[in-house]
Every structure is written in C-alpha cells, then in structure tokens.
C-alpha cells in the first residue's frame, strides 16, 4: 500500500488519481514512526471517494488500487487477517462480500 497520507479530501485528490476498486487502511502513525492500522477496507468501484467518507475518523490512510471488485474483496479479506481482525482492528465484522457474489474468503471458511 501506499503511504501515509493524512486522511483529508485535498491529500486523498492528490494522491489517489485513478478511478479503480481499491484498498485501504485507516490509522495513525505510531511513536516508532510505522504506520498502527486500525481499520481495513475497500471499495469495488472507486477507493478515491470511499476514501473521502473517512476524514475525520482517522489521522491518515494507505491505500492500493486493484484491477477488479474481487481482487479488491480478497486484498481487504487478507489485510482484516494480517492486523489481526474483530481483535486488533476497529472493523466490527469480517469484510462482506459484494452482493450478488458467491466469493469466498481466502484466509478463512467464515464465507463459506
């Protein structure tokens, strides 16, 4: 992923350019200089402004874009994983599947 950025609309229009489903990461960076994720999500269609519902709930993002809604899904499914989900993260549930999508997770059976 790319970043941090701080989380405001004006850095989210100059960094996010292409309109793609994509990625994202919401956080701070932390007193070691890292970035701390406490949330995880996605867009299917445009992480550009799924972004911009964010600011002012987090001080700054990461964020990938991906080539298609699955690919999007899945990286969304690994990262809620890989930060340690419901446990670790802000995410109050595991990533949904798009509706109308029997796409499973790849990390776990919960989708199943």
Not at 54 to 66: H, I, L, N, Q
Request: negative net charge; aromatic residues 10%; charged residues 30%.
């Amino acid at each position: 992923m790319e970043g941090p950025y701080k989380l405001t609309d004006t850095v989210i229009d100059r960094e996010v350019t292409k309109t793609s489903p994509g990625n994202y990461g919401l956080g701070h960076t932390n007193d070691g200089g890292g970035f701390t994720v406490k949330y995880v999500g996605r867009s299917d269609v445009d992480v550009n402004d799924r972004l911009k519902d964010w600011v002012g709930s987090y001080k700054e993002f990461k964020f990938s874009c991906a080539g298609t809604p699955k690919a999007a899904f899945e990286k969304e499914c690994r990262n809620y994983h890989d930060f340690g989900g419901r446990e670790k993260l802000d995410n109050e549930q595991h990533p949904a599947r798009p509706s109308g999508t029997g796409w499973t997770c790849p990390v776990c059976t919960i989708l199943e």
